[in-house]
């Protein structure tokens, strides 16, 4: 069963830093990997999607990247804005079903 | 424009009650999906249905039967509901066949149970 970890689950930092966002699953037979953000009382936005056989993903100040084998997922957001603040979702693909960590709570400060 | 759309956004209703959350999306896609947020916000899903066929059940109780009317639909309706139940459930959609597709969400139906 696969199993996936967010670490850490909530951070707050200063605008103008550069947000690490970390996740990590137990079964490497996946298909892809879905980072998402969710705004309180809201639904799931898709941020980026990396395939299986791709390393990493980018859209404008977030890039997202993937080591397979390790079981391993970074999501970078560049120079964070207020407006960044929101839980950010990681969920895998195995099987055609999406297995989702707990998620990371981010703030930021203006 | 809304691309993957449910109602109602809020239900609130009593214990033993039968209710039913519609989703409907407009992408095309053939794959849709039912998944349940818990009030520790885990997202879990539920059911998954491709072309109007069941894939995937996930040890859900029968008391919630997903009906897919067409490719575009799928319902979620819920038997003698209990305070459990209580949840935000999210519909969603991708394009199926080639498991590399990205889900698509829809805003979601906060469920409560009294």
């Known amino acids: 069963k696969q199993e996936v970890t967010q670490i850490p689950a909530a951070l707050s930092v200063p605008e103008g830093e550069n947000l690490v966002l970390n996740c990590s699953f137990t079964?490497?037979?996946?298909?892809?990997l879905q980072w998402f953000r969710q705004d309180p009382g809201k639904g799931l936005t898709s941020l980026l999607l990396?395939?299986?056989?791709?390393r990493e993903q980018t859209s404008g100040r977030l890039n997202a990247s993937l080591d397979k084998s390790s079981g391993r997922s970074t999501l970078y957001i560049a120079a964070s804005q207020p407006g960044d603040s929101a839980t950010y979702l990681c969920?895998?693909?195995?099987?055609?079903?999406?297995?989702f960590g707990k998620g990371n709570q981010v703030v930021v400060i203006p | 424009d809304t691309a993957v759309s449910q109602t109602p956004k809020y239900l609130v209703t009593q214990m033993g009650n039968d209710k039913s959350i519609k989703c409907e999306q407009n992408l095309g896609h053939d794959t849709m999906y039912w998944y349940k947020q818990d009030s520790k916000k885990f997202l879990k899903i539920m059911f998954s249905y491709n072309n109007k066929e069941l894939i995937i059940n996930e040890t859900v109780p029968n008391r919630f039967s997903p009906k897919s009317p067409d490719k575009a639909h799928l319902n979620l309706h819920i038997n003698s509901l209990e305070l459990g139940d209580s949840a935000v459930y999210f519909c969603?959609?991708?394009?199926?066949?080639?498991?590399?597709?990205?889900?698509?969400f829809g805003p979601g139906t906060r469920l409560t149970v009294l």
């Open positions: 969603a959609s991708s394009r199926g066949g080639n498991r590399a597709n990205e889900q698509f």
């Open positions: 990396i395939q299986s056989s791709q």
């Open positions: 079964d490497s037979a996946i298909y892809n």
């Open positions: 969920a895998v693909d195995g099987n055609n079903r999406l297995a």
